[in-house]
């Protein structure tokens, strides 16, 4: 018997310990309803060992985004998100403005280091670009091994983001708005998170965690408006939000091997911030293995939020408040989200994956999106 | 904050009583690719992570790092 559990230990040890090399290609296609946005993504990413103790992981994406937000526009100087100024209570209106298409590419690069005892520290670099927006963040991570059997693990995370963002002046507050010219404004970000990760035993872990995130600077929208003085002098001007955003919830999390065949991942997440937003999250995911190179999946996700305290977005709401926006992003809604996967091993090595997802908010919202790809192990 | 912090150790604390010292040998389950982030490919729920980001008002929990984007 002794024989057999240290033939299976070494088995899975040596599982353990080869190598995770992959590259795995993927593309996102998301379309929302009526043609209202839609974004191609494709993304590579590249995970090497380089021997047992080190981890190298790449990725690099690009996004193209066309569509249009709905917003509040003048209809006399067309439906343009510049189309602010006074207007009259007829030629206001709240609806789907056209963009500029935009082309965003991120690359993100992570290093990992284990240790004799397997605790790990991971560092992290990342970029993204697009002609309006451009975001630097750096990020640690300690993961530490509480007991020898390695049933219990804390995980400690900080990431400091600079958010470098190109504000157009035309008719915008916050700038000259006669000279045409635009201005670069910037927004900080810290992040942290904290998890203390439990084998209950052979089939299940649980994993709790906390996180905190705090925002400072330009965090408004420059492409959003709102309407003021409905009732008197009906105005167009660009939405304001405050210059500090501080967030934190916490997030329980249990997944468990059902039979041989079947792992169900369950999560409950609670998040609240100082725009009195409170929100909750329901996700559950099942993976059948319908036979040694199929894996299918199913997934339900139920979201809700409550709206910030500066948001409306009815026509004789605002006047002369400091903060306010009708991004309904901000606002009270609910929303599902339906996904379903397929992945297939067309070799030992060579993995095909197929998924669909349908989003769905109570406010209107309806998007489709699939995602394809291979991944290659070697 | 308090709040969170109570639920999290009040339910630490009742499932303590439920934990079992796993041996290596016995984690041939929790090694399997399904139990891992994404049913083992964790870029498909990077993806899904970024949608509701940018359909969505909140962010945190779902792991440090990854970067920003002006999609929201």
Same mark, same amino acid.
């Given at each position: ?378 | ?21 796993? +041996?290596?040998?016995?984690?041939? +389950?929790?090694? +399997? ?21 940018? +359909? ?17």
């Amino acid at each position: 018997m002794q024989l057999v559990k240290l033939s299976i230990t070494t088995a899975l040890l040596l599982s353990t310990l080869q190598a995770d090399n992959y590259i795995n290609v993927q593309v996102l296609q998301y379309n929302e309803h009526n043609g209202r946005a839609s974004i191609s993504t494709p993304s590579v990413e590249l995970n090497y060992d380089l021997g047992a103790d080190y981890t190298f992981n790449g990725k690099y994406t690009l996004d193209s985004i066309s569509g249009a937000s709905p917003i509040f526009y003048d209809s006399t100087s067309g439906a343009s998100a510049y189309s602010r100024g006074e207007t009259t209570q007829d030629s206001a209106r709240y609806g789907g403005v056209e963009y500029d298409e935009t082309k965003r590419m991120q690359g993100t690069v992570r290093g990992t280091k284990r240790f004799e005892n397997r605790d790990e520290v991971t560092l992290g670099a990342s970029f993204s670009n697009e002609y309006d927006y451009r975001s630097t963040e750096l990020s640690a991570e300690v993961l530490h091994w509480v007991d020898e059997g390695k049933n219990q693990a804390f995980s400690m995370g900080v990431a400091f983001q600079r958010n470098v963002i190109l504000v157009d002046c035309k008719e915008n507050s916050i700038c000259d708005a006669t000279s045409g010219a635009s201005k670069k404004l910037r927004a900080d970000a810290f992040f942290a998170e904290a998890g203390f990760s439990q084998n209950l035993n052979s089939s299940s872990v649980l994993k709790t965690s906390l996180f905190f995130n705090n925002e400072d600077g330009y965090l408004t929208n420059p492409f959003m408006n709102v309407l003021r003085y409905y009732n008197t002098t009906p105005t167009i001007t660009n939405e304001t939000r405050p210059h500090n955003r501080r967030g934190y919830g916490g997030v329980l999390e249990y997944t468990k091997a059902i039979g041989e065949s079947t792992a169900w991942h369950s999560s409950y997440r609670y998040y609240h911030d100082d725009w009195e937003i409170d929100s909750h999250t329901l996700n559950n995911d099942l993976y059948y293995e319908l036979n040694s190179d199929t894996t299918l999946g199913a997934g339900l996700r139920y979201y809700s939020q409550s709206a910030a305290h500066f948001f409306s977005k009815e026509f004789d709401h605002f006047t002369d408040e400091v903060y306010a926006s009708s991004d309904e992003r901000l606002g009270d809604f609910n929303a599902i989200n339906l996904s379903m996967s397929i992945d297939y091993k067309i070799t030992k090595q060579l993995m095909y994956n197929l998924s669909g997802n349908y989003y769905k908010q109570n406010e209107g919202t309806i998007a489709r999106y699939f995602t394809t790809g291979v991944k290659y192990k070697f | 904050m308090k709040r969170v912090i109570m639920i999290v150790s009040l339910s630490s604390f009742f499932l303590s009583g439920c934990v079992q010292n796993v +041996k290596a040998w016995e984690k041939a +389950k929790l090694s +399997k690719e399904t139990m891992q982030k994404g049913g083992g490919n964790a870029l498909l729920k990077a993806y899904q992570e970024h949608v509701y980001f940018s +359909k969505e008002a909140t962010k945190g929990g779902s792991g440090i790092g990854g970067g920003g984007c002006g999609c929201n």
